[in-house]
Protein backbone atom coordinates (compact mmCIF):
# COMPACT_ATOMS: atom_id res chain seq x y z
CA UNK A 1 0.00 0.00 0.00
CA UNK A 2 1.41 3.26 -1.20
CA UNK A 3 1.35 6.17 1.04
CA UNK A 4 -1.54 8.11 -1.07
CA UNK A 5 -3.63 4.82 -0.81
CA UNK A 6 -3.03 5.51 2.64
CA UNK A 7 -4.23 8.86 2.43
CA UNK A 8 -7.56 7.63 1.69
CA UNK A 9 -8.68 5.51 4.16
CA UNK A 10 -11.42 6.55 6.18
CA UNK A 11 -11.06 7.31 9.46
CA UNK A 12 -11.84 4.25 12.37
CA UNK A 13 -13.87 5.69 14.57
CA UNK A 14 -16.02 4.27 17.16
CA UNK A 15 -19.43 6.25 17.39
CA UNK A 16 -20.76 7.46 20.55
CA UNK A 17 -23.80 4.67 20.51
CA UNK A 18 -21.48 2.00 20.52
CA UNK A 19 -19.86 2.94 23.94
CA UNK A 20 -23.55 4.12 24.95
CA UNK A 21 -24.56 0.55 24.44
CA UNK A 22 -22.02 -0.80 26.82
CA UNK A 23 -20.30 -2.43 23.73
CA UNK A 24 -16.79 -0.19 24.14
CA UNK A 25 -13.76 -2.48 24.88
CA UNK A 26 -10.35 -1.50 26.17
CA UNK A 27 -9.68 0.57 23.59
CA UNK A 28 -12.18 3.07 23.62
CA UNK A 29 -12.71 3.40 27.32
CA UNK A 30 -10.47 6.04 29.13
CA UNK A 31 -9.05 3.22 31.72
CA UNK A 32 -8.02 1.10 28.64
CA UNK A 33 -6.32 3.89 26.40
CA UNK A 34 -4.69 4.86 30.05
CA UNK A 35 -3.26 1.26 30.71
CA UNK A 36 -2.03 1.00 26.89
CA UNK A 37 -0.36 4.52 27.63
CA UNK A 38 1.58 3.59 30.20
CA UNK A 39 3.18 0.88 28.58
CA UNK A 40 3.64 2.12 24.96
CA UNK A 41 6.48 1.87 22.92
CA UNK A 42 6.66 5.45 21.51
CA UNK A 43 9.41 7.22 19.77
CA UNK A 44 9.41 10.96 19.07
CA UNK A 45 9.15 11.55 15.07
CA UNK A 46 10.29 14.42 13.03
CA UNK A 47 11.58 13.62 9.39
CA UNK A 48 14.93 14.16 9.40
CA UNK A 49 14.81 16.68 6.85
CA UNK A 50 11.94 18.59 8.31
CA UNK A 51 12.06 19.37 12.01
CA UNK A 52 9.67 20.69 14.06
CA UNK A 53 7.17 23.24 11.82
CA UNK A 54 8.81 22.42 9.01
CA UNK A 55 7.68 18.69 9.14
CA UNK A 56 4.11 19.96 8.27
CA UNK A 57 5.09 22.68 5.94
CA UNK A 58 7.26 20.27 3.85
CA UNK A 59 5.33 17.54 4.45
CA UNK A 60 6.29 14.12 2.59
CA UNK A 61 4.23 11.11 3.37
CA UNK A 62 6.71 8.82 1.11
CA UNK A 63 9.53 10.01 3.52
CA UNK A 64 7.21 9.65 6.74
CA UNK A 65 5.83 6.27 5.38
CA UNK A 66 9.69 4.51 5.56
CA UNK A 67 10.50 5.94 8.80
CA UNK A 68 7.53 4.77 10.44
CA UNK A 69 8.46 1.37 9.08
CA UNK A 70 12.00 1.66 10.73
CA UNK A 71 10.42 2.66 13.94
CA UNK A 72 8.26 0.07 14.23
CA UNK A 73 10.71 -2.35 12.96
CA UNK A 74 12.49 -0.99 15.81
CA UNK A 75 9.74 -2.46 17.94
CA UNK A 76 7.76 0.97 18.71
CA UNK A 77 4.05 0.96 18.55
CA UNK A 78 3.13 4.51 19.29
CA UNK A 79 4.31 7.72 18.13
CA UNK A 80 4.24 11.20 18.70
CA UNK A 81 2.93 13.47 16.14
CA UNK A 82 3.39 17.56 17.39
CA UNK A 83 1.09 20.32 15.95
CA UNK A 84 1.62 23.90 16.03
CA UNK A 85 -0.92 26.81 15.71
CA UNK A 86 0.97 28.93 14.02
CA UNK A 87 1.59 26.65 10.96
CA UNK A 88 -2.54 24.81 11.08
CA UNK A 89 -3.55 28.05 10.94
CA UNK A 90 -5.19 30.16 14.02
CA UNK A 91 -8.30 29.65 15.60
CA UNK A 92 -9.60 27.76 12.70
CA UNK A 93 -7.14 25.07 11.05
CA UNK A 94 -6.36 25.06 7.35
CA UNK A 95 -7.95 22.33 5.94
CA UNK A 96 -4.87 21.55 3.68
CA UNK A 97 -3.05 21.16 7.28
CA UNK A 98 -5.88 18.87 9.38
CA UNK A 99 -5.83 16.53 6.14
CA UNK A 100 -1.99 16.34 6.93
CA UNK A 101 -2.26 15.58 10.63
CA UNK A 102 -4.97 12.75 8.95
CA UNK A 103 -2.98 11.09 6.82
CA UNK A 104 -0.01 10.67 8.93
CA UNK A 105 -2.85 9.17 11.37
CA UNK A 106 -3.42 6.78 8.95
CA UNK A 107 0.60 6.50 7.86
CA UNK A 108 0.93 5.60 11.82
CA UNK A 109 -1.71 2.97 11.82
CA UNK A 110 -0.70 1.26 8.25
CA UNK A 111 2.41 0.28 10.52
CA UNK A 112 0.16 -0.97 13.55
CA UNK A 113 1.31 2.30 15.38
CA UNK A 114 -1.09 4.81 17.79
CA UNK A 115 -0.60 8.31 17.54
CA UNK A 116 0.17 10.78 20.38
CA UNK A 117 -0.78 14.07 19.51
CA UNK A 118 0.83 17.20 21.23
CA UNK A 119 -0.73 20.57 20.66
CA UNK A 120 -0.24 23.65 20.99
CA UNK A 121 3.73 24.00 20.50
CA UNK A 122 5.60 27.13 19.74
CA UNK A 123 2.75 28.68 20.84
CA UNK A 124 1.99 31.23 23.90
CA UNK A 125 -1.05 33.11 23.75
CA UNK A 126 -2.44 32.07 26.94
CA UNK A 127 -5.35 35.09 27.33
CA UNK A 128 -7.29 33.76 24.10
CA UNK A 129 -9.06 31.00 26.11
CA UNK A 130 -11.65 31.27 23.01
CA UNK A 131 -9.30 30.87 20.14
CA UNK A 132 -7.81 28.13 22.18
CA UNK A 133 -11.21 26.73 22.43
CA UNK A 134 -12.21 27.09 18.80
CA UNK A 135 -8.61 25.95 17.92
CA UNK A 136 -8.65 22.44 19.91
CA UNK A 137 -12.27 21.26 19.26
CA UNK A 138 -11.21 21.71 15.76
CA UNK A 139 -8.09 19.85 15.55
CA UNK A 140 -9.99 16.64 17.90
CA UNK A 141 -13.13 16.77 15.91
CA UNK A 142 -12.25 13.98 13.82
CA UNK A 143 -10.38 11.84 16.37
CA UNK A 144 -13.30 12.04 18.98
CA UNK A 145 -13.50 7.85 18.93
CA UNK A 146 -10.60 7.21 16.71
CA UNK A 147 -9.02 4.42 18.63
CA UNK A 148 -5.43 5.40 16.95
CA UNK A 149 -5.22 7.98 18.90
CA UNK A 150 -3.71 6.78 21.95
CA UNK A 151 -3.38 10.68 24.04
CA UNK A 152 -3.51 14.36 24.01
CA UNK A 153 -0.72 16.22 25.51
CA UNK A 154 -2.16 19.64 26.07
CA UNK A 155 1.38 21.88 25.48
CA UNK A 156 5.06 20.25 25.20
CA UNK A 157 7.10 21.72 28.41
CA UNK A 158 4.45 24.00 29.47
CA UNK A 159 6.39 26.36 32.32
CA UNK A 160 4.55 26.16 35.38
CA UNK A 161 6.51 28.98 36.70
CA UNK A 162 4.10 30.85 34.47
CA UNK A 163 0.90 32.16 36.10
CA UNK A 164 -0.58 32.54 32.94
CA UNK A 165 0.50 29.36 31.54
CA UNK A 166 -1.53 27.67 34.26
CA UNK A 167 -4.77 29.48 34.39
CA UNK A 168 -4.59 28.34 30.58
CA UNK A 169 -4.20 24.88 31.22
CA UNK A 170 -6.65 24.39 33.98
CA UNK A 171 -9.43 26.27 31.69
CA UNK A 172 -8.07 23.98 28.25
CA UNK A 173 -7.80 20.18 29.98
CA UNK A 174 -12.05 20.37 29.94
CA UNK A 175 -12.02 21.86 26.52
CA UNK A 176 -9.78 18.77 25.76
CA UNK A 177 -11.72 16.16 27.34
CA UNK A 178 -14.87 17.25 26.35
CA UNK A 179 -13.71 17.37 22.50
CA UNK A 180 -12.05 13.56 22.86
CA UNK A 181 -13.93 12.01 26.50
CA UNK A 182 -12.20 8.75 26.23
CA UNK A 183 -8.68 9.85 25.29
CA UNK A 184 -5.66 10.43 28.27
CA UNK A 185 -4.87 14.21 28.34
CA UNK A 186 -1.38 15.05 29.69
CA UNK A 187 0.82 17.76 30.07
CA UNK A 188 4.57 17.31 29.86
CA UNK A 189 7.52 18.90 31.77
CA UNK A 190 11.17 18.46 32.43
CA UNK A 191 12.21 19.37 35.83
CA UNK A 192 11.03 17.59 39.14
CA UNK A 193 10.01 20.90 40.64
CA UNK A 194 8.23 22.16 37.62
CA UNK A 195 6.39 18.87 37.97
CA UNK A 196 5.48 19.10 41.32
CA UNK A 197 4.13 22.55 40.42
CA UNK A 198 1.54 21.17 37.79
CA UNK A 199 0.09 18.54 40.06
CA UNK A 200 -0.54 20.84 42.49
CA UNK A 201 -2.04 22.98 40.13
CA UNK A 202 -3.87 20.97 36.90
CA UNK A 203 -5.46 17.32 37.06
CA UNK A 204 -4.69 15.28 34.22
CA UNK A 205 -4.90 11.50 33.70
CA UNK A 206 -1.25 11.09 33.67
CA UNK A 207 1.84 12.65 33.99
CA UNK A 208 4.41 13.45 30.96
CA UNK A 209 8.02 13.58 32.44
CA UNK A 210 11.09 14.78 29.75
CA UNK A 211 14.28 13.00 31.23
CA UNK A 212 18.04 14.72 29.93
CA UNK A 213 19.64 14.55 33.13
CA UNK A 214 22.06 12.63 34.79
CA UNK A 215 21.90 8.78 33.49
CA UNK A 216 23.78 7.55 36.42
CA UNK A 217 21.63 8.63 38.64
CA UNK A 218 18.58 8.38 36.61
CA UNK A 219 16.66 6.03 39.15
CA UNK A 220 16.93 8.23 42.39
CA UNK A 221 15.77 11.23 39.75
CA UNK A 222 12.85 9.00 38.55
CA UNK A 223 11.82 8.23 42.07
CA UNK A 224 11.55 11.46 42.79
CA UNK A 225 9.24 12.43 39.60
CA UNK A 226 6.73 9.96 40.76
CA UNK A 227 6.68 11.07 43.93
CA UNK A 228 5.80 14.17 42.65
CA UNK A 229 2.88 13.18 40.71
CA UNK A 230 1.98 9.86 43.17
CA UNK A 231 -0.55 8.32 43.18
CA UNK A 232 -1.01 9.57 38.82
CA UNK A 233 0.97 7.50 36.58
CA UNK A 234 4.16 8.96 35.17
CA UNK A 235 5.37 8.10 31.72
CA UNK A 236 9.08 8.91 29.94
CA UNK A 237 7.43 10.95 26.96
CA UNK A 238 11.27 12.03 26.25
CA UNK A 239 15.01 10.75 26.94
CA UNK A 240 17.87 11.04 24.70
CA UNK A 241 21.64 12.06 24.68
CA UNK A 242 23.30 14.09 21.58
CA UNK A 243 25.74 12.78 19.68
CA UNK A 244 27.23 16.19 19.38
CA UNK A 245 28.09 16.65 23.00
CA UNK A 246 28.81 12.89 23.37
CA UNK A 247 29.97 9.91 21.95
CA UNK A 248 27.45 7.45 19.70
CA UNK A 249 28.61 4.63 23.22
CA UNK A 250 27.81 7.22 25.26
CA UNK A 251 24.29 7.84 23.85
CA UNK A 252 24.06 4.01 23.77
CA UNK A 253 24.88 3.54 27.35
CA UNK A 254 22.86 6.64 28.28
CA UNK A 255 19.79 5.20 26.99
CA UNK A 256 20.26 1.70 28.15
CA UNK A 257 20.72 3.15 31.77
CA UNK A 258 17.86 5.09 31.59
CA UNK A 259 15.30 2.09 30.78
CA UNK A 260 17.04 0.05 33.17
CA UNK A 261 16.06 2.76 36.10
CA UNK A 262 12.77 3.35 34.34
CA UNK A 263 12.00 -0.41 34.57
CA UNK A 264 13.30 -0.61 38.31
CA UNK A 265 10.79 2.01 39.03
CA UNK A 266 8.10 0.20 37.67
CA UNK A 267 7.43 3.50 34.63
CA UNK A 268 6.74 1.08 31.54
CA UNK A 269 6.48 3.68 28.56
CA UNK A 270 10.32 5.18 27.58
CA UNK A 271 10.06 7.30 24.46
CA UNK A 272 13.84 8.11 23.37
CA UNK A 273 14.04 11.67 21.18
CA UNK A 274 14.48 11.28 18.35
CA UNK A 275 14.32 8.36 15.71
CA UNK A 276 16.28 10.72 13.74
CA UNK A 277 19.25 13.13 13.24
CA UNK A 278 18.52 15.90 11.59
CA UNK A 279 20.11 17.71 8.61
CA UNK A 280 21.59 20.83 8.11
CA UNK A 281 18.76 23.26 7.73
CA UNK A 282 15.76 21.19 8.65
CA UNK A 283 15.19 23.22 11.62
CA UNK A 284 13.24 25.92 11.35
CA UNK A 285 14.50 29.02 12.53
CA UNK A 286 14.38 29.16 16.50
CA UNK A 287 16.55 28.62 19.41
CA UNK A 288 16.25 25.46 18.53
CA UNK A 289 17.75 25.53 15.64
CA UNK A 290 21.03 27.51 16.68
CA UNK A 291 21.75 24.64 18.84
CA UNK A 292 23.95 21.94 17.73
CA UNK A 293 23.12 19.15 20.28
CA UNK A 294 19.83 19.56 18.79
CA UNK A 295 20.94 18.03 15.58
CA UNK A 296 22.02 14.73 16.78
CA UNK A 297 19.07 12.85 19.04
CA UNK A 298 18.69 10.81 16.77
CA UNK A 299 18.90 6.64 16.98
CA UNK A 300 19.44 6.77 13.10
CA UNK A 301 21.89 9.45 11.22
CA UNK A 302 20.46 11.03 8.34
CA UNK A 303 22.23 8.57 6.11
CA UNK A 304 19.75 6.18 7.79
CA UNK A 305 22.26 4.13 9.37
CA UNK A 306 21.80 3.27 13.20
CA UNK A 307 23.77 3.75 15.84
CA UNK A 308 24.79 1.47 18.37
CA UNK A 309 21.19 3.19 20.18
CA UNK A 310 19.13 1.90 17.97
CA UNK A 311 20.37 -1.97 19.30
CA UNK A 312 19.59 -0.45 22.72
CA UNK A 313 16.19 1.04 22.38
CA UNK A 314 15.20 -2.60 19.83
CA UNK A 315 16.44 -4.59 22.94
CA UNK A 316 14.69 -2.70 25.71
CA UNK A 317 11.47 -3.02 23.90
CA UNK A 318 12.24 -6.26 23.51
CA UNK A 319 12.53 -7.23 26.70
CA UNK A 320 16.21 -8.94 25.68
CA UNK A 321 19.59 -8.67 26.53
CA UNK A 322 21.46 -5.61 25.71
CA UNK A 323 23.95 -5.95 22.79
CA UNK A 324 27.30 -7.29 24.48
CA UNK A 325 28.83 -4.04 23.18
CA UNK A 326 26.89 -1.52 24.86
CA UNK A 327 29.55 -1.33 28.10
CA UNK A 328 32.73 -1.95 25.71
CA UNK A 329 34.14 -4.26 28.38
CA UNK A 330 36.64 -5.52 25.87
CA UNK A 331 37.65 -2.24 24.38
CA UNK A 332 36.57 -3.88 21.03
CA UNK A 333 33.67 -0.88 20.21
CA UNK A 334 34.77 1.28 16.76
CA UNK A 335 36.08 4.66 17.49
CA UNK A 336 33.70 6.92 18.84
CA UNK A 337 31.40 4.42 20.08
CA UNK A 338 32.53 3.64 23.95
CA UNK A 339 31.17 4.87 26.97
CA UNK A 340 34.59 5.25 28.83
CA UNK A 341 35.79 8.39 29.17
CA UNK A 342 39.07 9.82 31.00
CA UNK A 343 39.89 11.05 34.19
CA UNK A 344 42.15 13.61 34.76
CA UNK A 345 43.97 13.11 31.69
CA UNK A 346 46.54 16.02 32.13
CA UNK A 347 48.11 13.40 34.18
CA UNK A 348 48.08 10.91 31.55
CA UNK A 349 45.50 9.42 29.01
CA UNK A 350 44.61 5.84 28.49
CA UNK A 351 44.43 5.12 24.94
CA UNK A 352 43.59 1.79 22.85
CA UNK A 353 46.04 -0.32 21.49
CA UNK A 354 46.27 -3.47 19.31
CA UNK A 355 49.98 -4.02 20.64
CA UNK A 356 49.13 -6.26 23.46
CA UNK A 357 45.39 -7.66 24.22
CA UNK A 358 44.39 -10.41 26.51
CA UNK A 359 41.27 -11.44 24.10
CA UNK A 360 40.05 -9.95 20.83
CA UNK A 361 42.36 -7.31 19.21
CA UNK A 362 42.32 -4.22 21.65
CA UNK A 363 43.08 -3.72 24.77
CA UNK A 364 44.08 0.25 26.59
CA UNK A 365 46.95 1.28 28.01
CA UNK A 366 48.37 3.88 30.17
CA UNK A 367 52.00 5.35 30.24
CA UNK A 368 54.06 7.66 32.24
CA UNK A 369 51.56 9.03 34.28
CA UNK A 370 51.19 11.54 37.27
CA UNK A 371 49.75 11.40 40.21
CA UNK A 372 48.24 14.87 42.39
CA UNK A 373 46.05 15.15 45.31
CA UNK A 374 43.06 15.14 43.57
CA UNK A 375 44.03 11.50 42.17
CA UNK A 376 45.16 8.99 39.57
CA UNK A 377 44.63 9.38 36.00
CA UNK A 378 41.94 6.61 34.88
CA UNK A 379 39.75 5.36 32.12
CA UNK A 380 36.01 5.17 33.62
CA UNK A 381 32.40 4.10 33.48
CA UNK A 382 29.44 3.36 35.09
CA UNK A 383 27.39 0.38 34.65
CA UNK A 384 24.02 -0.08 33.29
CA UNK A 385 22.14 -1.03 36.56
CA UNK A 386 21.05 1.14 38.50
CA UNK A 387 22.73 2.27 41.78
CA UNK A 388 20.68 1.00 45.23
CA UNK A 389 22.28 1.69 48.65
CA UNK A 390 22.64 -2.10 50.26
CA UNK A 391 24.10 -3.84 46.55
CA UNK A 392 27.26 -5.71 47.07
CA UNK A 393 29.50 -4.94 43.73
CA UNK A 394 32.38 -6.79 42.31
CA UNK A 395 34.34 -5.47 39.28
CA UNK A 396 37.53 -6.85 38.09
CA UNK A 397 40.24 -6.34 35.17
CA UNK A 398 42.95 -7.81 33.70
CA UNK A 399 46.13 -5.99 33.71
CA UNK A 400 49.67 -6.66 32.78
CA UNK A 401 52.54 -4.13 33.24
CA UNK A 402 56.45 -3.74 31.65
CA UNK A 403 58.43 -1.41 33.95
CA UNK A 404 55.32 -0.48 36.28
CA UNK A 405 55.81 1.70 39.16
CA UNK A 406 53.28 3.30 41.10
CA UNK A 407 49.84 2.10 41.54
CA UNK A 408 47.22 0.04 39.00
CA UNK A 409 44.23 -0.55 39.84
CA UNK A 410 40.87 -1.25 39.38
CA UNK A 411 38.43 1.29 41.53
CA UNK A 412 34.84 1.98 42.98
CA UNK A 413 33.86 5.35 43.81
CA UNK A 414 30.50 6.40 45.11
CA UNK A 415 28.10 9.16 44.15
CA UNK A 416 24.73 10.33 46.13
CA UNK A 417 21.67 11.83 43.87
CA UNK A 418 23.26 14.99 44.01
CA UNK A 419 26.67 13.73 42.70
CA UNK A 420 28.19 14.59 45.79
CA UNK A 421 30.92 11.90 46.35
CA UNK A 422 30.56 8.98 49.27
CA UNK A 423 34.05 7.10 48.83
CA UNK A 424 34.96 4.32 46.81
CA UNK A 425 37.41 0.76 46.97
CA UNK A 426 40.65 0.19 45.34
CA UNK A 427 41.42 -3.24 44.50
CA UNK A 428 45.14 -4.65 45.22
CA UNK A 429 47.81 -3.05 42.73
CA UNK A 430 49.59 -4.49 39.93
CA UNK A 431 52.83 -5.75 41.19
CA UNK A 432 55.79 -3.42 40.25
CA UNK A 433 57.63 -4.18 36.80
CA UNK A 434 57.17 -6.26 33.98
CA UNK A 435 54.05 -9.09 34.71
CA UNK A 436 51.77 -10.95 32.41
CA UNK A 437 48.46 -10.83 32.73
CA UNK A 438 47.08 -10.43 36.21
CA UNK A 439 43.37 -10.23 37.64
CA UNK A 440 42.54 -7.11 39.86
CA UNK A 441 39.26 -7.38 41.58
CA UNK A 442 37.29 -4.93 44.08
CA UNK A 443 34.56 -5.71 46.31
CA UNK A 444 32.56 -2.83 47.87
CA UNK A 445 28.78 -2.77 49.50
CA UNK A 446 27.02 0.08 48.03
CA UNK A 447 26.64 3.02 50.58
CA UNK A 448 24.13 4.60 51.93
CA UNK A 449 22.70 7.42 49.80
CA UNK A 450 24.37 6.11 47.08
CA UNK A 451 22.47 6.90 43.74
CA UNK A 452 25.96 6.04 40.74
CA UNK A 453 29.22 3.80 40.77
CA UNK A 454 31.99 4.83 38.85
CA UNK A 455 34.44 1.95 37.95
CA UNK A 456 37.73 3.08 37.34
CA UNK A 457 40.65 1.88 35.88
CA UNK A 458 43.47 3.88 37.27
CA UNK A 459 47.06 4.00 36.88
CA UNK A 460 49.23 6.66 38.80
CA UNK A 461 52.64 7.76 39.21
CA UNK A 462 53.91 5.23 36.85
CA UNK A 463 56.92 5.73 34.85
CA UNK A 464 56.17 2.61 32.99
CA UNK A 465 53.12 0.95 30.83
CA UNK A 466 50.03 -0.69 31.83
CA UNK A 467 47.45 -2.95 29.78
CA UNK A 468 44.17 -3.17 30.76
CA UNK A 469 42.00 -5.84 28.93
CA UNK A 470 38.56 -7.79 29.73
CA UNK A 471 36.78 -5.88 32.47
CA UNK A 472 33.94 -7.30 34.11
CA UNK A 473 31.11 -6.19 36.62
CA UNK A 474 28.44 -8.20 39.11
CA UNK A 475 25.53 -7.10 41.54
CA UNK A 476 23.95 -8.84 43.79
Do not use: C
Not at 51 to 78: C, E, H, N, Q, V
Not at 110 to 132: C, E, N, P, R
Not at 170 to 190: E, Q
Request: glycine fraction near 8%; avoid cysteine.
Amino acid sequence: MTAAMIATLPLMTVPASATAAGTATAATTLPGRLATVTTAKQINYYPSQAGWSRMWTDFDPDTIDADLAKAAALGADSVRAIVFPSVFGWPTPKPEYTTKLAQFVSLAAAHGMTVKLTLFDWWDGYTDIAGSTTWANAILAPYRYDTRIIAIGLQNELDPTNAAALAWAKKLVPVVRDAAPNIPVTISVNDVANLAKLKAAVAVDYYDYHFYGNSERALAELRQAQAAVAPVPLVLGETGASTVTNTEGEQAAYLARVFEAAKVAGIESVAPWTLTDFAAGAIPASGVAQSPAQYKFGLYRTDGAAKPAAGVVRAAWAGVAYPSSVLDLGFENAAGQTPWSTYLPELGVATKTTAVARSGKWSVTMTNTGKTPAGSPSYRVSPIVPVQPGQNWHAEVWARGNAATGATQIALSWFDAGNRWLGGASSASLPPGTTNWTKLGVDQVAPAGAASLQIHLKSGDNTGTVWFDDVAMTVS
